[in-house]
């Protein structure tokens, strides 16, 4: 086991890890997040995302010794159903939401996207969340959320 | 620092203990919950494990004391003497809650590395540090003494490992599982994203809380909220803690947090936090002014005009609650002798190993309560009321208990839980310490009796009871408790007139609540004493005496009228006063004056009409010929699981393992009132009997129906549907599925709502031998008989658990149990296990138990119920041994060693 600092949500966790031990997995079984999920395991389909200095990345093949002095940012640091977050919100609201398994690293997605890009276009969404896989709703909803979730977020600036 | 020690033989490496208890270290750490946490302070054993050899509780040692340190815990399944323990346990009815079976296992451990041969009365000295609330110990030193390879020459049962369902013996639910620690309670239990809560207790026993400052204790990092009892909130209107259905017109008089708080375990506010420690470190940070009120612990004080009111107009909480049969009045004029006496009875605490807990759940919409309740729905109609929710949005679910005795069947904590809870819309837990278990939790009704009776011709002609009822600070269940103990009166001795009357006072202590017997204890106490001193005073023959007024066979119900369906009270005192030997009252030795004391008793079963008493439930046939039964059933450890099962495989003539039963959830389960006033056999089982007959009708018919047969050319026997002439037609299964595959696509299932219809009693006789030291007044009871007519035997091993965990019990009521407070402050001083005394397995006596074992014709198959029956007439058996041992008059548990001293002039 070895020490290990990192900053989630802008809070500092202490650790203790193994060499081999996944961000994802210290999300999970040590500190209790459940929010990121795991669908595969192997970096293919996206349900795991979470900002890493902004990026978002799959947190199942992030070693978390290597994630010291990162900023890193997951769906429970968004919001919650008190607080939402507007991307969270547009989600609801578009009826994106189906099982929901995919959501999280869809909002996380999708919010890495619209920081970049605050007005994407259809073919850009597509393109930003094409490391997402939703086996529920086809993708149309979750375009049309991230459209609605462009204009929530521009409304509040 | 980093501490290595090993556990179970793996390599542990533990940085930062702080001042961590290994028992914290075992659960939270390294996720081993098999160890339970019963109090903390090292009066329990629940928590033990053995360290390099030696039996201790983890509780009380420091991680940092663990370096180079081995231990072993229960999880050990390595080691065959640890399984073979968990495995005898489990065979020989050791185990009903399972709470301190861990403990008990770890201790028997140890008792047999030292000692591979021992005697039963090392066996007790070896466990004398782990309390059982539940089996009275008797199984679980047989089980000891099986695992050493001796052997047992008391016959005593152990499970059966022959078929059959009515009268064989089976563990209870799950037996296994608690034996090898995996069994798990609410504390157990993993919850995502988990917040807790902790209460601030009232300063004192009675008064006002003049202001509160909650500004320093939000600040502490942590601390998401607090509700007090200064908010003018939904939460500040009054309730009741013992409302079951909002039909019940109670008189709702405390609130969830009282700032008029009326004893020292009253609730004054609330924090919830990210973590137990700073939860509790904010409670501290609370500011708060009060004013005191005067303190009224009596309840004569209490009762006058001029005394201080505890809640609004006067301390009467109810009065004139009363019947009378007959003329009483009259009929003494009538009598040769007339007997009157006052009798007084205690507070006693539940003192079930688990302390109340519970976990709630708010997403914004439905709150989700997990709790180790005994009345999934009563807990529901609660909440809906507290939080004006409608129904469909709580959901309770029972999680396993680790005993109760009727401490869950109201709420303590779980409207704190629901509470914070909705307030942080997340999940939180609230999980009581030992000493706040004894400060708020409730307790038994103390009780103050006049009797009075008169005989003629050696009959009671004329009886009337009057009692003036502690109930504590609140109204809580003031009225069904005073019909409960006058619902004893008229049930056991022949007498056409009698009278009861009920005055039930409010004083500065702890809410009375239920507590297993519920008022039976109490008035047996004083009526079984009372005919013990009117034939010592009489010089009469007081088993004689019985056996010429007691109810047999044929009796009728004075109230009803209707002729009672069995009663075996007086086989009980005749076969009980058959198996001792000793056949005189009292003698005496160089040390010891000896006595035998005499009582018979009677309990209910179930609460009879007009309260809505019953049980909805449905059997469904699965397409391989196994059952699932809904019915709502609250197993803790009492074994009303493998009841139903049984009942329910004995109809429908399968074996037990193909029936289950689901755990109450009140969005699943069909409705019962639930596990009080001994009503799961009686109500439920004869509920799912009821359900079992309809759906065998059911079977036949959809047979009838795809094989073109006569309904009434058909039968049904042991799962299979054939003529009457004996061919086979179809198996269960073979229908179900025919049914499942076909047109018209349907289940076989059957429901019934089953409506209590009268309420027998369960009779008992104990019989007592104590001793008292000549030289320190102590009392050790020797030896107790107990003959119980309980109907039919359904599971005669936990049947005989019962009995003997009810019997532990009632001696503590006798002569160790009672809720103190301090006499000027109101405070409690029963705060732990050492200064409240339970008896330990080196403080029971010599058992021995039977059963008349004659059906009842109403019950389930002929049983009737036992779990409160079990205790009923324990003490006033224990009390007259005592007064025969020494000549002494006690009218008034417990009776102490002080008490005996001072009477003996010691
Ligand atoms: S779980 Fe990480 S990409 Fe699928
Ligand atoms: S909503 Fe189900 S996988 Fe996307
Ligand atoms: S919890 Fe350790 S002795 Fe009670
Ligand atoms: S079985 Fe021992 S406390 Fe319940």
């Known amino acids: ?124 969404i597509r393109e930003g969340l094409s490391k997402n896989l939703c086996r529920c709703t086809g993708y149309v909803k979750i375009i049309d959320a991230v459209q609605l979730a462009a204009k929530k977020v521009k409304e509040l600036k | 620092m980093t501490v290595n020690f090993k556990v179970n033989n793996k390599k542990v490496e533990i940085k930062d203990l702080d001042n961590l208890s290994l028992l914290k270290i075992l659960r939270e750490h390294l996720s081993l919950k098999g160890a339970k946490c019963g109090c903390k302070t090292g009066d329990c054993g629940t928590c033990s494990v053995i360290i390099d050899g030696e039996l201790v509780r983890s509780c009380l040692v420091l991680g940092k004391n663990l370096e180079g340190k081995s231990i072993k815990t229960i999880e050990y399944y390595k080691d065959e003497k640890i399984r073979e323990l968990q495995e005898t346990f489990t065979r020989s009815g050791a185990i009903q809650c399972g709470f301190c079976t861990p403990g008990m296992i770890m201790a028997a451990y ?3 590395e030292k000692n591979p041969k021992p005697t039963k009365k090392e066996i007790r000295e070896g466990l004398k540090y782990n309390l059982c609330r539940c089996t009275g110990y008797e199984k679980i030193v047989d089980a000891i003494y099986d695992a050493s390879g001796q052997v047992n020459t008391k016959k005593h049962i152990i499970a059966s490992v022959f078929k059959g369902n009515i009268g064989t013996s089976k563990p209870v639910q799950a037996a296994l599982e608690k034996a090898e620690g995996k069994f798990e309670y609410t504390d157990d239990l993993v919850f995502n994203n988990l917040y807790h809560g902790k209460i601030l207790f009232a ?212 409207h704190i839980a629901s509470l914070l809870a909705i307030r942080v819309k997340g999940t939180v837990k609230v999980n009581l310490s030992r000493k706040e278990e004894f400060l708020c939790g409730k307790t038994r009704t103390a009780i103050d009796f006049n009797v009075k009776f008169g005989v003629k011709n050696g009959k009671f002609k004329s009886m009337g009871i009057d009692a ?37 006072i409010y004083t500065n202590t ?37 056996l010429d007024n007691l109810f047999e066979q044929g009796s009728k119900d004075i109230a009803t009228k209707e002729t009672m369906t069995s009663v075996y009270v007086k086989d009980c005192l005749t ?83 193909l029936v289950t039963v689901l755990n109450p959830d009140t969005n699943s389960n069909y409705y019962s009132n639930g596990a009080y006033a001994t009503r799961e056999t009686w109500v439920n089982g004869n509920s799912v009997k009821a359900a079992a007959d309809e759906l065998i009708k059911v079977i036949i018919n959809e047979t009838a129906e795809i094989h073109e047969k006569n309904i009434e050319d058909l039968i049904y026997l042991d799962g299979k549907i054939a003529t009457k002439a004996g061919d086979l037609v179809a198996t269960a299964a073979e229908v179900v599925l025919h049914r499942m595959h076909k047109p018209p696509f349907k289940e076989i299932e059957a429901t019934v709502h089953f409506t209590n219809p009268q309420v027998p009693g369960s009779y008992m006789a104990n019989i007592v031998i104590s001793k008292v030291d000549k030289k320190t007044g102590e009392v ?62 080196n403080d029971m006596p010599e058992i021995h138990i039977e059963i008349v074992n004659k059906p009842d014709s109403v019950g389930p198959l002929g049983a009737k119920g036992v779990g409160e029956a079990a205790l009923t007439a324990v003490a006033p058996a224990v009390i007259d041994s005592i007064n025969e041992a020494i000549g002494s008059n006690f009218n008034k548990i417990p009776v102490l060693q002080k008490d005996i001293q001072e009477f003996l002039g010691l």
């Open chain 2, 203 to 414: 300063p004192s026993a009675h008064g006002y809380i003049t202001k509160m400052n909650i500004e320093e204790a939000k600040k502490i990092e942590g601390v998401l909220d607090i509700v007090t009892c200064m908010d003018q909130e939904y939460w500040s209107k009054d309730f009741n803690c013992h409302i079951t259905s909002p039909f019940e017109k109670l008189v709702r008089n405390e609130k969830m947090f009282n700032r008029h708080f009326r004893y020292d375990g009253d609730k004054i506010a609330a924090v919830v936090a990210i973590s137990e420690e700073i939860a509790q470190k904010a409670v501290k940070a609370i500011e708060y002014e009060f004013k005191t009120y005067p303190v009224i612990l009596d309840v004569k004080k209490a009762m006058k005009d001029d005394s201080y009111p505890i809640q609004k107009d006067n301390n009467i909480a109810a009065r004139n609650i009363g019947y009378e049969i007959g003329n009483v009045e009259d009929a003494y004029k009538d009598c040769d002798i007339l007997f009157e006496k006052e009798y007084h009875t205690q507070k006693q605490s539940h003192g079930m190993m688990e302390p109340h807990i519970a976990v709630a759940n708010y997403d914004g919409e439905i709150l989700t309560l997990y709790a180790p309740t005994q009345n999934v729905f009563g807990f529901r109609s609660l909440m809906t009321e507290i939080f004006d929710l409608p129904y469909n949005k709580v959901r309770v679910i029972k999680t396993n208990i680790g005993g109760a005795f009727g401490a869950k069947s109201e709420v303590v904590v779980e």
């Open chain 2, 468 to 504: 003036v009822l502690d109930r504590g600070g609140y109204y809580g269940s003031t009225i069904d408790l005073c019909y409960a103990w006058m619902d004893k009166v008229y049930k056991l001795y022949e007498c056409e007139n009698i009278k009861t009357n009920t005055i039930a």
């Open chain 1, 1 to 124: 086991m070895k020490d290990c600092k990192l900053s989630i949500n802008g809070r500092n966790y202490n650790v203790q890890v193994e060499d081999k031990w996944t961000l994802l997995y210290v999300l999970r079984e040590v500190l209790g997040l459940m929010g990121t999920k795991e669908g595969c395991g192997t970096s293919d389909c996206g349900a795991c995302k979470v900002l890493v200095d902004g990026k978002a990345m799959n947190s199942c093949t992030l070693l978390a010794l290597k994630m010291e002095d990162k900023e890193i940012t997951t769906i429970e640091g968004l919001g919650n159903s008190d607080k939402p977050h507007p991307i969270q919100e547009a989600f609801v609201e578009a009826g994106a939401v189906q099982c929901g398994f995919c959501t999280p690293g869809m909002v996380i997605s999708t919010k890495a996207l619209l920081d970049q890009k605050s007005d994407p276009t259809e073919e850009e």
């Open chain 2, 110 to 112: 140890s008792i047999l």
């Open chain 2, 510 to 546: 702890q809410n009375s609540g239920a507590v297993r017997g519920y008022g039976a204890p109490q008035v047996n106490f004083a009526r079984e004493t009372a005919i013990n001193d009117y034939c010592r005073d009489q010089g009469l023959d007081k088993i004689q005496f019985r």
């Open chain 2, 780 to 841: 050790k009871v020797e030896k107790l008989i107990a003959v119980h007519d309980v109907g039919r035997a359904i599971n005669p091993m936990m049947l005989e658990g019962q009995i003997e965990g009810g019997i532990h019990m009632g001696l503590g009521f006798a002569i160790s149990e009672e809720v103190k407070y301090d006499k000027k402050t109101g405070k409690l001083e029963t705060i732990n296990f050492k200064k409240y005394k339970m008896f330990r397995a």
């Open chain 2, 575 to 657: 076969r009980a006063y058959e198996m001792i030997e000793e056949k005189r009252n009292k003698w005496e030795d160089e040390n010891y004056y000896y006595g035998l004391g005499v009582a018979v008793g009677v309990h209910g079963n179930g609460i009879g009409l007009p309260v809505a008493d019953f049980a909805s439930s449905s059997i469904k046939y699965c397409a391989d010929g196994s059952v699932i039964v809904n019915t709502t059933v609250h197993d803790m450890g009492q074994g009303s699981t493998i009841m139903i099962k049984k009942i329910v495989a004995e109809v429908l003539g399968i074996d037990d393992d």
